[in-house]
């Protein structure tokens, strides 16, 4: 209402000027992707927010490869700790459905920090014949707390797998919280690092085919997600 009473007052020329001026803004204001780290076939990009909080975002292909043979690697929770970075435990809580599980995740952190652990919603759709999403969110309130350790409240992720011939992308994005009393600059260095570090560890479990699909292995279905965003 205010541009428009804006416009009658002034020249279209000038009106037109003030209209690109505001879109730029809103375009620009969403903070760009910085580059972390590009090697070993793995690119790690972050995002940084007024309050120095990042959404990390990690890419690969993998040749010969689908997004089954990712499904079957996360199926098979005992070996979760052999490429999961600074994850010792990982354990199915329910199969909700057979698209939706609930996840328990046991983070060991280093000294002095207390351990954290996660209990998440994961849901695994089809967005189109080439491309799949696994969603993840955090539900703190589905298991009682654990002594001396801290509940992870705030954790979104998604893993975008797409199908290229026969190999595979997959994109995986992350915005998380740890906390208690880490200093934000702390863990945004863990989360970089661990982030990479977990995406080569998928590369060579994947192309060794290190792993043994174990029921139920997830399948693409309906999601009942909570609202997801980053900030």
Not at 55 to 73: P, R, S, Y
Request: with cysteine; hydrophobic share 40%; proline share 5%.
């Amino acid at each position: 209402m205010m541009i428009k009473h804006f416009c009658n007052l002034i020249p279209m020329q000038k009106c037109i000027c003030f209209l690109i001026i505001l879109l730029s803004f809103n375009v620009y204001s969403e903070p760009r992707w910085l580059l972390y780290k590009n090697e070993q076939g793995v690119s790690i990009e972050y995002q940084q927010f007024s309050d120095d909080t990042f959404v990390v975002k990690g890419q690969l292909n993998i040749e010969d490869v689908t997004a089954n043979d990712f499904l079957d690697l996360l199926s098979d929770t005992r070996i979760a700790s052999s490429w999961l970075e600074n994850t010792s435990k990982v354990r199915l809580i329910k199969a909700l459905s057979p698209s939706e599980n609930l996840v328990y995740s046991y983070i060991d952190s280093p000294w002095p920090v207390a351990n954290r652990d996660a209990v998440t919603y994961s849901c695994y759709s089809r967005l189109s014949p080439q491309q799949t999403k696994l969603s993840i969110e955090s539900r703190p309130e589905e298991l009682p707390l654990t002594k001396r350790v801290v509940r992870i409240k705030t954790l979104n992720a998604h893993w975008f797998l797409t199908q290229k011939d026969e190999d595979l992308n997959i994109e995986y994005q992350v915005y998380a919280l740890p906390g208690g009393n880490i200093p934000t600059w702390l863990y945004n260095n863990v989360g970089l690092k661990s982030t990479f570090k977990t995406l080569v560890n998928l590369r060579t479990m994947l192309e060794t085919k290190s792993y043994t699909a174990r029921e139920p292995v997830i399948k693409a279905g309906a999601c009942n997600l909570r609202e997801m965003t980053a900030k």
